[in-house]
T-cell receptor, first 113, second 114 residues
Framework: GNSVTQMEGPVTLSEEAFLTINCTYTATGYPSLFWYVQYPGEGLQLLLKATKADDKGSNKGFEATYRKETTSFHLEKGSVQVSDSAVYFCALSDRTAGNKLTFGGGTRVLVKP | EAQVTQNPRYLITVTGKKLTVTCSQNMNHEYMSWYRQDPGLGLRQIYYSMNVEVTDKGDVPEGYKVSRKEKRNFPLILESPSPNQTSLYFC?????????????FGPGTRLTVL
C-alpha cells in the first residue's frame, strides 16, 4: 500500500533560518504529492502540490520538488518567520487508490524570534 | 465564501452515548471524506463518499457510520463511542477528478469520550 514518511519534530528554528522538512513516499501508482499546513487551532490548508515527476510546487516562499528517482518531496523555505510556526503534513493522492489522501505523521515547526 | 463547516467544534461525551458530527460544504463537490488526526499518526481516513448515496470504508472505519443523502452534507455517526475514539476529526471535500486533487478541509472537531 501507499505510505508517506516525514521527519519527526518538533523542529525549532530562529527567525530567518533555513527550513527543510524531509518527506519520502511509497506508492504503487503515479501519485500527486502535497504539502498541507495546519496553523494552531485550525484545519489543514493546502500549501503546495506537484502532480508529476520533476514538477516544483511553490507558495508563500516554500518550495518542494517531486523527485521520482528518490521518491521524495522535501519542503524548503529559505528564511522562516514566526508566522510559519505550524504543523506541516506531507501527503500523496493516488488515482489508482480512489484519490485517497495518504498523510505522513506531521512535523511541528516552531520559529522563535 | 467557499468552505467546509463542521459542528460541533468541541464535544465531550461519555462512553456509549450516540453522537453525530455534521459536515457541510458549499462548493458543489462530489467527493467528501472524514479523517481522524492522532499524534504521530497524521490523518487517517475513516470513510469517504464519491457522490450521493455512495460511501466506502477508509483505513479506520470501525466504530463509525456515515451517510450521504445530499451532495452538500456528510455526517459522521458514532453509535456507541468509546475512549479510543477520542481524537481530532476533519471533514474534507473536493471534485473527484479532472486534474484537481486539492482537498478542502473543515476546521476540525475535537472529541473527547470519557
Amino acid at each position: 500500500g501507499n505510505s508517506v514518511t516525514q521527519m519527526e519534530g518538533p523542529v525549532t528554528l530562529s527567525e530567518e533560518a533555513f527550513l527543510t522538512i524531509n518527506c519520502t513516499y511509497t506508492a504503487t501508482g503515479y501519485p500527486s504529492l502535497f504539502w498541507y499546513v495546519q496553523y494552531p487551532g485550525e484545519g489543514l490548508q493546502l500549501l503546495l502540490k506537484a502532480t508529476k515527476a520533476d514538477d516544483k510546487g511553490s507558495n508563500k516562499g516554500f518550495e518542494a520538488t517531486y523527485r521520482k528517482e528518490t521518491t521524495s518531496f522535501h519542503l524548503e523555505k529559505g528564511s522562516v518567520q514566526v508566522s510559519d510556526s505550524a504543523v506541516y503534513f506531507c501527503a500523496l493522492s493516488d488515482r489508482t487508490a480512489g484519490n485517497k489522501l495518504t498523510f505522513g505523521g506531521g512535523t511541528r515547526v516552531l520559529v522563535k524570534p | 465564501e467557499a468552505q467546509v463547516t463542521q459542528n460541533p467544534r468541541y464535544l465531550i461525551t461519555v462512553t456509549g452515548k450516540k453522537l453525530t458530527v455534521t459536515c457541510s460544504q458549499n462548493m458543489n463537490h462530489e467527493y467528501m471524506s472524514w479523517y481522524r488526526q492522532d499524534p504521530g499518526l497524521g490523518l487517517r481516513q475513516i470513510y469517504y463518499s464519491m457522490n450521493v448515496e455512495v460511501t466506502d470504508k477508509g483505513d479506520v472505519p470501525e466504530g463509525y457510520k456515515v451517510s450521504r443523502k445530499e451532495k452538500r452534507n456528510f455526517p459522521l455517526i458514532l453509535e456507541s463511542p468509546s475512549p479510543n475514539q477520542t481524537s481530532l476529526y476533519f471533514c474534507a471535500s473536493k471534485f473527484p477528478g479532472g486534474g484537481t486533487d486539492t482537498q478542502y478541509f473543515g476546521p476540525g472537531t475535537r472529541l473527547t469520550v470519557l
